[in-house]
């Protein structure tokens, strides 16, 4: 996979990705948010009918943060191509997903997206890499979101050109806090059983991996079957936290940071467990 000789890092340093263009519609918002668990249990869930339906005449549908994920995928940036750099995309790991929101998203949109290089990391046998994604309403101009998605690349490590592993991050050391579980008991839980058929669903919003439908790719990165997106199961927390702590409005939300430590398969029942800190 990825070496010395093979990658220069001054060089991924230098790379400049391509702004791109992505468009969607309130259908592709409500299918996101039917994908994340939305009226899984309730049909009528006063909370949640908004994002699929014109409730109580409202103009257009509302919109989950975490829908926000999907312009990433969208913008070109998921192939995480940098100059030089090989690896095995059945041996790709989501690690973490850092979003802020500067505005509500709307149920329909012209996006114009700018993606940089946040951080890369040599970690011997893996290479971490960061890629940022700030998404503008076309028209206005207005940003609406940012999206930092970390990646573990199994097998594409060990290209430190000196003894000491090679690192960088272009973004403020606390802007993602390290989060300790707290000991205290939490001051709410949801649980939300997931369907079998759960990553199927969310694929149809365009993460197309075959690690979440392939059974036989699933046994080469190290599966019994094919697990959930990761931001799916982010979506189901994010929900959970809209419902108990916003009182359901998710406009309340302004930034989000997730942290993939284990996988999920289709089918098992998500716990969510929430403490309050102030206004986090």
């Known amino acids: 996979m990825g070496s010395a000789s093979e990658f220069d890092p001054a060089l ?25 668990g939305v009226c899984l249990s309730d049909a009528v869930d006063a909370d949640e009918l908004k994002y699929v339906y014109h409730e109580n005449g409202q103009e257009s549908i509302k919109v989950l943060p975490t829908f926000s994920t999907l312009l990433v995928l969208r913008s070109g940036a998921s192939g995480y191509n940098l100059p030089g750099l090989k690896y095995d995309p059945r041996l790709l790991l989501h690690g973490q997903q850092y979003i802020e929101l500067y505005k509500p998203l709307p149920s329909s949109c012209h996006i114009h997206n700018k993606v940089s290089l946040a951080g890369l990391h040599d970690k011997g046998k893996a290479a971490i890499l960061e890629i940022e994604t700030k998404s503008y309403e076309k028209e206005s101009g207005d940003l609406l979101c940012m999206n930092r998605t970390t990646v573990f690349l199994r ?5 430190s050109k000196s003894s000491k592993p090679f690192s960088y991050t272009n973004y403020p050391v606390n802007q993602n806090p390290a989060v300790k579980i707290p000991e205290s008991k939490p001051f709410s839980v949801f649980e939300d059983r997931t369907q079998p058929s759960q990553a199927l669903l969310y694929r149809l919003s365009g993460d197309y991996n075959p690690l979440h439908s392939d059974p036989m790719v699933a046994k080469v990165a190290g599966f019994s079957r094919p697990i959930l997106h990761g931001l799916c199961t982010l979506g189901f927390a994010v929900r959970a936290i809209i419902k108990c702590i916003c009182r359901g409005d998710p406009d309340l939300v302004k930034s989000i940071a997730g942290r993939f430590l284990l996988h999920v398969y289709p089918g098992e029942t998500l716990v969510t467990e929430m403490w309050l800190e102030g206004s986090r």
């Open 155 to 159: 097998g594409s490590g060990g290209f």
């Open 12 to 36: 991924a340093l230098s790379h400049k990705f391509p702004d791109t263009t992505y468009s969607y519609t309130e259908r592709d918002a409500a299918l996101y948010a039917l994908s994340v």
